[in-house]
């Protein structure tokens, strides 16, 4: 069997003039995102030395003592910001296994103050390690070159269905973006081959995700190439008649450039055309090694109502997407799903004060 090719976008080819050049991207994020669910682009801006800044310092955190850590794991914010502590996220799909991995959460940008009034746990304030300037100043800059290179495939991706370039990005403004920094424990030697994974196979709940490349990190705490085949990043492509499962296609990327996966977001609103990436990130069949990685989210205005566009609105979407929900709701919803909010913020939707009356019949 022939492996797919995962199309690249040529981020230079959308900024264009040249309508022929414009037709290629547009091609490519079509069959990219309607087959795979996922790009690798270039031209995309964000600094690889800069990423690797990232993992450094991020390493030095996370050799820190658990006691220290635990400043910055805020259960209260649901992890939306600071230290997410090994094993406290789990998949939906995926019968419920814990991550093996310890993560770092922030906001490359400032969060608006009406929307931080109205979704306190979605628009926390960063919280930072004492000394951490650089850590701050290089995150920072890598989400924000993340963020803007999402926003170019957003328009091209708009594009490429014939809608409005704003279509998404308009959709986006304001969001609950966020950008996160992974990194992937070391396997004990009596863990190796027990079912342990690095994480779970999963689609993501957001709109876009921009992965800038992890690298992988030997038993002797040097930058190395991957361990063996089946370590890494594997993404499921969609499922065909012939072959319902689909095929699972390892993510390596070319030289140069970045991954871009679709979410959950995207897919509801265009009606299935583009499909969110089921993705596991599996752990080597080798004690000792660790991987470091990046991701940042750009999520929909949780304001936005989440249903497919109207160009893409027949019987098949209305059913397999409906019914319309605020994006700010899914996410609450899908937060507690994942293990990162307390059930109880479901408890927050919808009116509360029935005990009110209760207590008046009482009266
Ligand atoms: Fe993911």
């Known amino acids: ?210 992965l800038p490349g992890g690298r992988f990190v030997n038993p002797e705490g040097e930058v190395a190439p991957k361990p063996d085949d089946k370590s890494g990043l594997f993404l499921r492509t969609r499922g065909t008649p012939e072959n319902p499962a689909g095929v699972q296609v390892r993510g390596r990327p070319p030289e140069g450039c970045i991954v871009a996966q679709i979410g959950q977001q995207l897919e509801i609103l265009t009606g299935g055309r583009f499909v969110a990436t089921p993705h596991v990130i599996t752990a080597p069949g080798v004690p000792g090694w660790t991987r470091d990685s990046a991701a940042h989210f750009m999520h929909a205005n949780p304001n936005r109502v989440l249903y497919p566009l109207r160009a893409f609105l027949d019987d098949a979407a209305r059913k397999a997407y409906g019914p319309p929900v605020l994006a700010g709701t899914y996410a609450i919803k899908t937060l507690v799903d994942i293990g990162l909010a307390p059930p109880s913020a479901i408890e927050k939707l919808g009116y509360r004060h029935y005990d009110r009356l209760e207590a008046q019949r009482r009266a």
């Open 1 to 210: 069997m022939t492996l797919p090719t995962i199309p690249t976008v040529d981020l230079n080819d959308l900024r264009s003039d040249d309508a022929r050049r414009v037709e290629t991207a547009c091609a490519a994020i079509r069959e990219a995102f309607g087959t795979y669910g996922l790009a690798y682009v270039k031209g995309h801006g964000v600094d690889s030395a800069g990423v690797m800044r990232v993992y450094d310092h991020f390493r030095e955190f996370t050799s820190k003592p658990e006691q220290e850590k635990r400043k910055f794991a805020r259960a209260d914010l649901w992890f939306q910001r600071g230290w997410t502590p090994p094993n406290t996220e789990v998949a939906v799909a995926a019968g419920g296994q814990p991550d093996f991995k310890e993560c770092y959460f922030m906001a490359p940008y400032d969060n608006d103050p009406a929307l931080q009034a109205q979704y306190p746990e979605l628009y926390p304030p960063n919280v930072w390690p004492e000394g951490s300037d650089a850590f701050r100043e290089h995150y920072t800059k890598m989400g924000r070159a993340l963020h803007e290179a999402g926003a170019e495939l957003l328009r091209g991706a708009a594009r490429a269905l014939g809608l409005p370039a704003s279509t998404f990005t308009d959709i986006c403004e304001g969001g609950a973006h966020v950008t996160r920094v992974l990194h992937y424990l070391a396997l004990a030697p009596d863990q190796v081959a027990k079912g342990i994974v690095w994480g779970e196979e999963h689609t993501d709940f957001n709109l876009l995700t921009l």
